[in-house]
């Protein structure tokens, strides 16, 4: 969806699609009928517009066209395999995966000027432009680390650990303000960073301008905090010898997320083949732990499949002056007859 503009883009999927797979619908609401339409030959795995901009990322190439009608197409870029669809667009960069795995081409939309940065060793699993344009960033498939990148100059500014072991990240979100970074993964948990950005001062200022979300000590929390990202391990940090998870950034704050079973081929149907593709569904499954910041302290995490549901989160300080997340309110929207099921709100903030 274009904004708070009446454009929706609409591709084909599921057991029934309304609109071929390989077809991109550019809707408009206030008239209700399709205005644009936009025919590859491979399968859409992802759609990204701007009020001059269509971007659209197909398994291996991104193609990008003027937002006009009828369209005009600008350029084609080649890509790794991008069954996931990542693609960033902002109002200055376009950013997508690079040619070889784990890299990412930046694209500056006024020049077409094309830069490589050489994010991971291993295949993008994850990415995410910040609502400034100012960083980028990135997880692989390995789902340790997420690299922060400026957006201007391609440098690295930032490393944030998720953890030590493999996971499979899910979703990358960047909260309005460009300070907070979240997290999701198949480990169930969400975690919360603060960003590393070149125009914003410290955490500590955050924290003062929130202090009116500090949550009471009888609120119903799920979720833990930590002490701050730096002061992980304390002096064991310090030791200039030692593994570097030792001195690695980590979140200053998780919460346990709820991602339920891998879902079917339908939704309530009695099949049960969790590895079979899901025609239109970007890397063959509905989506879980989809991330999105309501403001630049509540976020939103969503997830698909036959248990699909919402949670919120709002991250504030506690009594103590730490910062933590705390589960705020849930519901099951589909239910495994696909049906709404009501569930109720459980804690305050």
Avoid at 59 to 81: C, G, I, M, R
Avoid at 84 to 94: A, D, E, M, V
Avoid at 159 to 170: K, N, P, T, W
Avoid at 277 to 282: D, F, H, V
Wanted: aromatic content about 6%; overall charge positive.
């Amino acid at each position: 969806m274009l904004g708070r503009a009446n454009y929706i883009a609409l591709v084909g999927g599921g057991k029934q699609p309304k609109f071929p797979q390989n077809k991109v619908i550019i809707w408009d609401d206030a008239k209700q009928k399709a205005v644009i339409t936009l025919e590859f030959r491979t399968s859409v795995n992802r759609i990204r517009l701007s009020r001059s901009r269509i971007v659209v990322a197909l398994q291996n190439t991104v193609h990008v066209y003027a937002f006009s009608s009828p369209p005009t197409k600008l350029s084609v870029f080649e890509t790794a395999d991008n069954s996931s669809g990542l693609l960033c667009l902002g109002s200055k960069i376009i950013a997508f995966p690079g040619r070889t795995p784990g890299q990412v081409q930046l694209v500056e939309i006024d020049t077409g000027n094309v830069s490589i940065i050489p994010a991971h060793g291993s295949p993008l699993r994850a990415m995410e432009l910040s609502p400034d344009g100012e960083v980028l960033a990135t997880a692989s498939e390995t789902g340790t680390l997420i690299r922060v990148f400026s957006s201007g100059n391609c440098a690295r500014v930032g490393e944030l650990r998720r953890g030590v072991d493999h996971a499979s990240i899910y979703s990358i979100g960047i909260s309005p303000d460009s300070k907070l970074l979240a997290v999701t993964s198949d480990k169930s948990t969400l975690h919360i960073f603060d960003l590393p950005h070149p125009l914003h001062t410290p955490h500590d200022e955050w924290a003062t301008i929130n202090r009116n979300m500090r949550p009471t000590s009888s609120t119903s929390t799920i979720g833990s905090f930590e002490e701050p990202s730096n002061q992980k391990w304390g002096i064991l940090g310090k030791i200039p010898m030692l593994p570097r998870v030792f001195s690695d950034v980590y979140s200053f704050t998780s919460a346990h997320i709820e991602i339920g079973d891998d879902p079917g081929i339908g939704l309530g149907n009695g099949v049960n083949n969790p590895h079979a593709p899901k025609p239109g569904i970007p890397g063959g499954r509905p989506a879980k732990g989809i991330i999105g910041w309501l403001n630049d302290y509540t976020i939103m995490v969503i997830g698909a499949g036959r248990d699909g549901r919402w949670e919120k989160f709002m991250v504030g300080e506690d009594g103590d002056g730490k910062r933590r997340c705390v589960r705020n309110g849930w519901k099951r929207y589909l239910g495994l007859g696909g049906m709404e099921s009501e569930q109720g709100v459980k804690g305050t903030m």
